[in-house]
């Protein structure tokens, strides 16, 4: 599924909840990623891509799903959990685990110099300079549950939503 998403700006609160919440609803982490991917095991991976771009883009959730048959299920399960976020504050906990693990992984991936080139040749690219990561993870650290909820709101809106479905050659389409 693709949503219309913000565009990039490191202390902007809705542009990083924005990205918080693709990790908190659709990342590793999240209650659909155990039931999809490792519980029920209906999908063979599970990933998001809320990243803000310069211009505004499309954010977007992925399943690769395991049977064709169950499609439909594993898009009830996604509509599902963005009505959750829509509706509802996340969890307090899983939030400030997410934006520890955002923030580490970003530290991690400067361990190499192509780590180093790959994490900062975007925000040099949209900003000119690397300054605005210290206002990025600035802005991280003060997202709320209710700036989840906003982000969730704006931009997981369902006259925005676009679903594309590949099946292998010879299934049914829908």
């Known amino acids: 599924m693709k949503f219309k998403g913000p565009a990039w700006n490191a202390a902007d609160r809705i542009t990083v909840a924005t990205e918080v919440l693709g990790n908190v609803a659709f990342g590793n982490n999240s209650a659909l990623f155990r039931k999809l991917v490792l519980q029920d095991r209906k999908a063979q991976s599970l990933t998001e891509d809320f990243r803000?771009?310069?211009?505004?883009?499309?954010?977007?959730?992925?399943?690769m799903v395991n049977d064709p048959a169950d499609l439909t299920a594993v898009e009830s399960e996604i509509g599902r959990t963005v009505e959750k976020f829509r509706l509802e504050l996340c969890d307090t906990q899983l939030l400030e685990d997410t934006k520890s693990a955002m923030k580490y992984g970003f530290l991690m991936s400067l361990e190499t110099a192509q780590g180093v080139c790959f994490a900062l040749e975007p925000v040099a690219a949209f900003t000119g300079s690397i300054e605005a990561i210290e206002d990025y993870f600035r802005t991280i650290a003060s997202i709320t549950p209710e700036d989840v909820r906003t982000a969730a709101?704006?931009?997981?809106d369902e006259n925005g939503r676009t679903t594309i479905t590949l099946l292998p050659v010879g299934e049914a389409a829908r």
Request: proline share 12%; aromatic share 6%.
């Open 153 to 156: 709101r704006r931009y997981l």
């Open 52 to 63: 803000p771009m310069r211009d505004p883009g499309l954010i977007g959730v992925t399943a």
